[in-house]
């Protein structure tokens, strides 16, 4: 079950990936690149942090295809089909929270503490679109966005958490679920965010 | 031999970064770790994602003291010597068709099936590039330009597929890294590229 | 007391990376997204390269609360205390020296040689900072800037050196940490800089 939903996120970051990589007019392999990069990230930084041996898509390739494919799909249908944004928005959400509540799992199962699998939690669901706005040329947006990586710094504490506190898996991991997806879908239609730093600053390093 | 032919190929990648790093004003140290990010990062990555433990160039540091010395000659001759651009393309080729089947072996001597073994070759055979486009503030240019990492994706492909048909070691190398530097260079030579994303969209998120 | 300065030094690059990030106009969460990487980059991708299992910062959460709390105090006192900036040259400076023998003492400690232990020296020194700028969507800074990861290679080849002739491991340190620390205050106060590539070159690839 979580596995399904693992591949699901998969794809719809891929997704997410791919039409980043196109407004960029990357060519389709650009595209391909971009997406795996944006759903195959997260969790390939986690699993080289945590030391666990080869990271989880050599080991099973399927995310490896399934994010391909969904990259192709977008790169054919980008012409004749257009997502509704809020759409996209909550599918991202979605695959956020899974990616979260996967990552602290991993972690904890490496045999980590609560706080570092909290931060696992947080790698895998958002490093994946820091990597993303990168190849992009960009600032990674989640770094000057409104309440995203809270919202999985939250599931992921609270998994790690409810775990501890010796929930079965499954309750615990739907748990942390709803309450990521929900902290994160109460910030999009709100509009929540976070402080931004009052320097009076230049921004006039290097290039 | 592959050996060899390895050291010849950090030394091409090597000058490849050493003259991108110049083109951004970079002090001679830059241009030392642009080109040796360029040639080992390829190798780098695969190595962490497989998990095999060390990266190759910790093992056996002759991969560092070659892509130094390229750099560093670069560095030197760059005022007097002009590559002419040709060979350059030429050797870059040869480069790109050791790496990918390098990576494609090591994967399989990893113990991954044929498919990973093909997405090693490439990572192997590109990434570097594109840790030096990052570095140097550019979009990876392998992510929009005419066929390269397909033709790294064929060749890793093709050595996969010949090995586990039981060729030996020497004649699938062979064939793959002919066959690459074949699929580069005819890229090369009639311009050939993949389709561009055709999205009316706008590129004007971030920075 | 190695340890101590150890987390001295991860506090300091902290500051450097949520300054960096504030310049920027990032959120809290990008402040200590950016203060962390600054802070542990260099020696995850040390860990990670060296292959030894679990990087420094899994096995103890001791440098992330150091290096966040550092971030949210910089965020909060920004506004009211202006640290000056030859005082935060000098912390800069004692942090650089101090990650770079811990990254040359722990490479030797995973068995490597000198010159390996050198370069993970530097590494663990000087990516931090170079992650910071790529996040921030700089060519990193210690590419162009005057004599920095040079005092780096420095302070990891005497320690290297000295650890090798058989000095106690707190003798060579001490040492190392010393002329590291003066070869960059030197760097800083006589505005030393290394040589910059002279190629008649465009600056006009990609974006």
């Known amino acids: 079950m979580i596995y399904f939903l693992d591949l699901f996120g998969t794809a719809v970051f891929a997704i997410a990936g791919a039409l980043a990589g196109g407004r960029k007019r990357m ?41 391909s494919v969904a990259a192709l799909v977008t790169f054919i249908t980008v012409r004749f089909v257009l997502l509704p944004g809020s759409l996209m928005l909550l599918a991202d959400a979605f695959g956020l929270a899974v ?23 947080m790698t895998t669901g958002v490093a994946g679109g820091m990597v993303r706005d990168i190849l992009c040329g960009e600032i990674p947006l989640v770094l000057r966005k409104e309440v995203y990586a809270v919202a999985s710094l939250i ?49 006039d390093r290097g290039s």
Chains 1, 2, 3 share one sequence.
Not at 108 to 121: C, Q
Not at 171 to 192: C, D, K, Q, S
């Open 99 to 121: 990616f979260t509540v996967i990552g602290a799992h991993r972690s904890l199962a490496a045999g980590t503490g609560a706080f570092v699998a909290m931060i696992m939690g």
């Open 27 to 67: 060519d389709l392999f650009g595209i391909v690149v971009v997406a795996l990069a944006t759903a195959l990230g997260g969790g390939t930084i986690r699993d080289a942090v945590l030391g666990e041996g080869r990271v989880f898509w050599v080991a099973d390739y399927t995310y490896v295809i399934v994010g």
């Open 155 to 203: 599931g992921g504490g609270l998994y790690a958490a409810t775990a501890a506190l010796g929930a079965s898996d499954p309750v615990a991991m739907t748990i942390a679920v709803l309450v990521t997806l929900g902290v994160r879908v109460a910030a999009i239609h709100w509009g929540l965010s976070l402080p931004v730093f009052a320097q009076p600053g230049r921004e």
